[in-house]
């Protein structure tokens, strides 16, 4: 427990039994459940996970926004923290960003990742592509947010009830911010964090999973705009 708020954290991960030993060794003792979502890894990330008391949630079909939508049904906390299970966000920072969920006054916050303090994190390439996509998405949904692909969230679970969440890939990073930011009753800030270099292999696909990102931005517009110009009052469901 957080200042009376249940914590859950909720991990996804293909292949990560390196990074998701490091990264659960450091969840702060106050974090009251942790959900590894295990996208059938072919290694020992369920084990390991399980042997360090998490919570293993088996997500059969691949996809980064699969494992999510698996993992958040079973997350019971009042707020949900999510970082990737290659130790590359700091998990060192949960408190500070739950502390800045509760001093903002919004029910959402997102890590942003830059400026890249430790120039190694992330390489050249990534750094381009994350930028297009954040001006993008800043431009399409009229909101300036520095890093549109951060993975690491700290929200309400209420929230979710607002949320229509049907991405399977990347780009439900995006999806969940929009999300976030086009729901008047959720609230979203961006707050600065650490990166640092992914422990194990890179499942990122640059040019595959960018051109998915950006076409996934505009089709989310289309979506949300249509949502909103046939606005009914029962709209704001919790889909998939
Ligand atoms: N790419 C990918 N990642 C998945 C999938 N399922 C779960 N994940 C996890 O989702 C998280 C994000 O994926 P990463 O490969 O780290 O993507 P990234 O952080 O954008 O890129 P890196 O800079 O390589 O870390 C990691 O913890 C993965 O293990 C999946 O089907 N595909
Ligand atoms: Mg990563």
Known sequence: MYKGLKITVVIPCLNEEDGIRKVLAHVPAFVDEVLVVDNSSTDRTAEVAQSMGAKVITEELRG????????????????????DGDHSYPVDAISYLIESLLRENVGFVSASRFPIL????????????????????????????????????????????????????MPFSEEIKIEAITHRKIGFKEIHIEYSTRVGEKKLQPWRDGIENLAYLFKKRWTVWRRNWFKSPNNETTAS
């Open 64 to 83: 980064y926004g699969r494992a999510y939508k698996k993992g958040l049904i079973h997350a019971a906390g009042d707020v949900i923290v999510t970082l």
């Open 118 to 169: 430790n120039p190694q994190a992330m390489s050249m390439k990534h750094h381009i592509g994350n930028t297009i996509l954040s001006l993008v998405f800043s431009t399409l949904f009229w909101r300036w947010v520095r890093d549109s692909q951060s993975g690491m969230w700290v929200f309400y679970r209420r929230g979710l009830d607002h949320m229509q969440l049907h991405s399977d890939g």
